[in-house]
């Protein structure tokens, strides 16, 4: 017996799957266009700041997450020590960091974000902020959930893609 309704049914559950297929392609297809359009900006940015760009990182970082050791803000923005000391006295020169004892081990130095530095990124981005914020504009609150769980799940799938190849590096 012929049942016309589960018919339809499933041929409309494979074209629904062939468009969800279509969609996630086309947002893995550009995805490395964003990344590529932000790399862009953070490297033009730190140029007009007197920086390079993973000092740009290493301000973010900062920004984002509070005063760290030189030692802890290497292993944030996946660079060595010595990498880290000649960007923070490139940060330090620039006016976008200072050096501050730590308040519970007064041998150790903290570097943090200093309020020039703060306001000359902030300056810098402010245009993005504007146009994300008119982007966003655009989705309602679940979509907006679903864009944030969506960026959470991709920043920690590059972390983690991050730890497996250094981990893979130090393995040869």
Not at 8 to 37: C, F, G, H, I
Not at 119 to 132: D, F, K, N, S
Not at 145 to 165: I, M, P, Y
């Amino acid at each position: 017996m012929y049942d016309g309704r589960a018919s339809a049914a499933k041929e409309e559950a494979v074209a629904a799957d062939a468009a969800r297929k279509t969609v996630v392609d086309q947002l893995v297809e550009v995805l490395p266009d964003w990344v590529n359009a932000v790399v862009q900006l953070n490297a033009l940015i730190a140029e007009q700041m007197d920086v390079v760009p993973s000092d740009l990182d290493c301000l973010h970082a900062l920004i984002r997450h509070g005063p760290a050791m030189a030692r802890a803000l290497a292993q944030r923005v996946g660079l060595t020590p010595g990498s880290v000391s000649r960007m923070i006295d490139r940060l330090d020169a620039a006016g976008c960091i200072k050096r501050v004892p730590d308040p519970d081990d007064r041998r150790r130095v903290l570097i943090e974000p200093t309020a020039e530095g703060i306001a000359r990124a902030g300056t810098y981005y402010a245009g993005l902020t504007v146009r994300t914020h008119e982007v966003l504009e655009a989705f309602d609150e679940n979509e907006l959930r679903s864009l944030l769980r969506f960026v959470q799940a991709g920043r920690d799938s590059a972390a983690a893609e991050v730890a497996r190849l250094r981990s893979a590096r130090t393995t040869k």
